[in-house]
């Protein structure tokens, strides 16, 4: 029976001298609310505050704005080259205070300290990333596309940008908006979720020497206040929003009265075709990491398996196998955590209501299946199978440590099968035949397609879905165009 591991006399993963300020920070400095209350920051491994941080208020996010529209002037005028010194600048302080940033993270998240450091490196290559792509963006070349007339086609940056983050990766998906934004020449106010503010604060503080005031400002709060406001604000051009599908429904409709660009990376139930002539063993081992990343509280997760029925039965008792492994834990008892708490009692009293209600509609659970205990929101990784087409575990989005497994006869059936669901984020193809691969990955609706892998990601390549999984692009040069705008300037030269 799986257990969480808990750590025994082991010292604190930061201390009180580590946390952020509790406050908002505007135009380079951290301010007090103009009023409000505070909120609690929880610990899911304990389920004790560590932190109280301001709720903030729509004052304050006028405050912020305010901020960012004095810094824009001067920030978009500055050269590529000189605002790629500053992103480089902002990686070596947090590669610098790399060790801080990842015991921070998992004492407000509960995530192992190997997926801490990891989101922490992968910052530090955001901002690298971002920094060399600002200086080699591309455009069409400038000539004569009508006759005695020069066309010149200007990139510019949009101007203030707002942006809410998600719980599930704070520091990392605040790097992902920050650093294309901040490289296009944009200021910013961003809002990072109230459960998991505390990196994003430190990150802020880490950095505020390095750009000037007002160009990065951070309001905490609520999304129905906080987010809306950024959201509907007359002067911001444009939102930006991780998370979740009713996030991003409510964030569009509030930008729509203002005309404001919208960039949205949602939800996903990431389909896993497993076809018969895949790697078993390379699919179960691969499954192991990307189901259960994050405690599969990631919108890309390995969480929805579609399997050939000829294989079905070998595929699941490797996965099982694989999955009864994973060591569960707080992030102090030991490096070979894999998987920790849901990220607050809401949530895991959301992902067990999935798995009850599974277990009720006949759907077994080959592994786990339970919330575990003990303080903590701990639930056991689980592979639920004999999970019919249309099942709510199937189709909704979970977002814990939960795979099913469906199985199909044929391959059409597989890949409508994939697509029957409201998400277009992201989905894998196991098969060795070259052809297929090909195949099936262009009838896929889903902005990322593996084949023979899952949940790998670079810097230099798109993040993003279709369907309800939202538009716009994360990661990559499309990031800077999504944080800019084309202008064309013609010239009569005619004599």
Not at 217 to 241: C, S
Not at 344 to 353: E, I, M, N
Not at 423 to 438: I, K, N, P
Request: net charge negative.
């Amino acid at each position: 029976m799986t257990t969480a591991r808990r750590a025994v006399d082991a010292a604190p993963l930061i201390a009180e001298t580590d946390l952020p300020p509790a406050a908002h920070f505007m135009d380079g400095t951290f301010v007090e609310p103009v009023t409000g209350g505070l909120i609690d920051v929880v610990d899911p491994c304990t389920e004790k505050v560590v932190a109280r941080i301001p709720e903030g208020t729509t004052e304050d996010v006028d405050r912020a704005v305010s901020a960012a529209l004095r810094a824009k002037g001067e920030w978009a005028r500055r050269l590529p080259r000189e605002r790629s010194e500053v992103l480089h600048s902002i990686a070596d302080r947090v590669a610098e205070h790399a060790e801080l940033l990842a015991g921070l993270e998992s004492a407000n998240t509960g995530k192992p300290l190997s997926v801490s450091r990891d989101d922490v490196a992968q910052t530090v290559d955001t901002f690298r990333f971002m920094a060399g792509a600002v200086r080699a963006t591309t455009a069409l070349a400038a000539g004569d596309y009508a006759e005695n007339h020069l066309s010149v086609i200007l990139r510019e940056p949009l101007g203030v940008i707002g942006v809410v983050t998600p719980w599930n990766y704070p520091l990392l998906m605040a790097a992902w908006k920050i650093a294309p934004i901040l490289a296009a020449g944009n200021t910013l106010v961003l809002k990072p979720s109230e459960q998991t503010p505390l990196t994003t604060l430190k990150f802020a503080e880490l950095v505020a020497d390095l750009l000037p005031p007002g160009v990065l400002n951070v309001v905490n709060g609520y999304g129905p206040v906080v987010g809306a406001r950024l959201a509907e604000h007359p002067d911001l051009d444009m939102i930006a929003l991780t998370g979740s599908v009713g996030s991003g429904r409510a964030v569009a409709r509030a930008a729509a009265d203002t005309l404001k660009r919208v960039h949205l990376e949602l939800g996903g139930k990431a389909p896993v075709l497993v076809f018969p002539d895949a790697d078993l063993t390379a699919a179960a081992q691969a499954l192991r990491v990307a189901g259960f990343w994050n405690s599969g509280q990631e919108c890309g997760a390995a969480c929805r398996v579609l399997v050939h029925e000829s294989v079905a039965e070998e595929f699941v008792r490797q996965l099982v196998d694989e999955v009864s492994q994973l060591v569960v834990g707080d992030p102090q008892a030991g490096e070979d955590v894999e998987v920790g708490p849901m990220v607050s009692k809401a949530h895991f009293d959301r992902v067990s209501g999935y798995l009850e209600r599974a277990r009720k509609a006949g759907i077994r659970a080959a592994t786990g299946g339970e919330a575990l205990d003990g303080p903590g929101y701990f639930i056991a990784p689980t592979v639920l199978v004999d999970v019919p087409e249309g099942a709510e575990a199937a189709r909704e989005e979970i977002f814990g440590p939960v795979i099913t497994v469906e199985t199909f006869t044929e391959e059409e059936e597989a890949v409508r099968r994939a697509g029957d669901v409201p998400f277009g984020l992201s989905a894998s193809v196991w098969t060795e035949d070259a052809r297929r691969s090909h195949d099936i990955a262009a009838r896929l609706d889903f902005g990322t397609v593996w084949v023979n892998s899952h949940l790998v990601l670079a810097s230099e390549v798109p993040w993003g879905g279709f369907k309800g999984s939202g538009y716009g692009r994360d990661l990559s040069v499309y990031a800077l165009d999504d944080y800019s705008r084309t202008k064309h300037v013609m010239h009569n030269h005619g004599r």
